[in-house]
């Protein structure tokens, strides 16, 4: 199993860094790993029908979401080209805003394993642009909160 994390502080209150990573429409502009992704609710929760690329390579597959009490989500592939792949994002509230936290973990082939220091950093490197995005798109919202209720 190949596990990776990174850290980042989003100058914003957990609410709205909750409020922007509950549309999961967002996950293709945050996850460099992801082109497309097809959002639809489910009795069980949602599931999204996400396409991109992984090391260069044309990917597909299907992950299952729920929401976590923290304000972030799980999400979990159900059909796809590998065996087991989960994404995390946990929100913690840090003075001067929150705490972001994205995990990943796969489960990568046996004839990628020789490669598998070389995906970590290649993964890790995806982490770290996704959350300058989640950091920024959080941000901005907030600041749009923030306007529309001195609007008010």
């Given at each position: 199993m190949l596990?990776?994390?990174?850290?980042i502080?989003?100058?914003?209150?957990?609410?709205?860094v909750q409020?922007?990573?509950s549309d999961?429409?967002?996950i293709?502009k945050y996850?460099?790993?992801?082109d497309?992704?097809?959002v639809a609710?489910?009795?069980?929760?949602?599931?999204?029908?996400?396409?991109g690329?992984?090391?260069?390579?044309?990917?597909s597959g299907?992950?299952?979401?729920?929401?976590?009490?923290?304000?972030?989500?799980?999400?979990?592939m159900v059909d796809?080209?590998?065996?087991r792949?989960?994404s995390?994002?946990?929100?913690?509230?840090?003075?001067?805003?929150?705490l972001v936290?994205?995990?990943q973990?796969?489960e990568?082939?046996?004839l990628l394993?020789p490669?598998?220091?070389?995906?970590?950093r290649?993964?890790?490197s995806?982490?770290?642009?996704?959350l300058g995005?989640?950091k920024?798109?959080?941000?901005?919202?907030?600041?749009r909160?923030?306007?529309?209720g001195l609007e008010?």
């Amino acid at each position: 199993m190949l596990t990776v994390s990174r850290r980042i502080l989003v100058s914003a209150p957990q609410g709205s860094v909750q409020r922007y990573l509950s549309d999961l429409q967002e996950i293709a502009k945050y996850e460099p790993k992801v082109d497309a992704i097809d959002v639809a609710s489910t009795d069980a929760g949602q599931q999204a029908s996400v396409s991109g690329r992984f090391l260069g390579l044309a990917w597909s597959g299907t992950f299952r979401f729920e929401m976590t009490r923290d304000g972030g989500y799980r999400g979990v592939m159900v059909d796809g080209p590998l065996r087991r792949m989960e994404s995390r994002l946990l929100l913690r509230p840090v003075i001067g805003g929150t705490l972001v936290e994205h995990q990943q973990a796969y489960e990568i082939p046996l004839l990628l394993r020789p490669l598998k220091p070389f995906v970590s950093r290649w993964l890790d490197s995806t982490l770290e642009n996704g959350l300058g995005f989640i950091k920024e798109g959080a941000e901005a919202l907030n600041r749009r909160l923030q306007l529309q209720g001195l609007e008010a």
